[in-house]
């Protein structure tokens, strides 16, 4: 089921209804990033330049080969700093673009079936905001984590498999459903969303194929909701006679 929807999702990714929606996807991302480049940047040469005029207080001769060092260690610092961000930068990114890449995907592959329901703009904005908050904490732990010995590079897919997972697919599920039961839907369901989760996360770790992540891991939930809703046609039906 997963990997059909994640079949389906890579073929969404160059069709030709979908190609307006993957440069704006493209451009937001890529333009999104280089902002947090110059930022983190800037705000590590703030934090950075006191602590290194205090160490070198002269110039003696090793400060031209301890500032080379630094400014390796730095680069490093930066690349992981904006490779933490990018889920985070995903989510925000995502979004904004879901209800598009749903309406090409419902058109293209399920024109028999009742369309979804556009989130309103301030639900979408206020989803968004509210993720990229979780995401951020999220990768936050992620990277205390990544210091602790045996768990390294594992935190950072368990984290952001179940955040990107589950938000993803709430998504998802409220063009069809009311959040409530959005959310229990997912519950119900939490095993197979965590697996798509992971492979979203294994997508995002991929160098530049990760800038399309928005517009696969839309594309992805939007498969599966349907798969998963066509396998437990009655779960509306149940919630609803227990409200």
Request: charged fraction near 15%; proline fraction near 6%; glycine fraction near 8%.
């Amino acid at each position: 089921m997963i990997l059909d929807a994640a079949r389906l999702s890579l073929a969404n990714l160059f069709a030709p209804e979908t190609r307006s929606v993957f440069w704006k996807v493209l451009g937001l991302t890529i333009l999104a990033l280089v902002a947090l480049w110059f930022a983190v940047r800037e705000v590590f040469i703030w934090l950075a330049l006191p602590w290194i005029d205090t160490l070198m207080p002269g110039t003696p001769v090793w400060a031209g080969w301890l500032t080379f060092v630094l400014g390796i260690f730095a680069s490093l610092g930066l690349a992981l700093a904006l490779a933490l961000l990018l889920a985070p930068v995903t989510a925000l990114i995502a979004g904004f673009f879901l209800d598009d890449v749903a309406d090409v995907i419902e058109k293209r592959d399920y024109p028999n079936e009742p369309p979804g329901r556009p989130l309103p703009l301030g639900e979408a904005v206020a989803g968004s905001l509210k993720f990229l908050g979780v995401v951020i904490l999220g990768n936050l732990l992620a990277l205390v984590l990544l210091l602790v010995p045996g768990v390294n590079l594992v935190a950072f897919f368990l984290v952001n498999g179940y955040l990107l997972g589950r938000e993803f697919f709430e998504f998802a599920a409220m063009r069809y459903r009311a959040p409530a039961e959005a959310r229990l839907f997912r519950e119900k369901h939490r095993s197979t969303v965590f697996l798509a989760g992971l492979l979203l996360a294994g997508f995002l770790a991929v160098p530049f194929v990760n800038l399309l992540t928005p517009l696969f891991a839309a594309g992805l939930m939007v498969h599966l909701h349907k798969r998963l809703s066509a396998r437990d046609p009655g779960f509306s039906l149940r919630v609803a006679a227990k409200a």
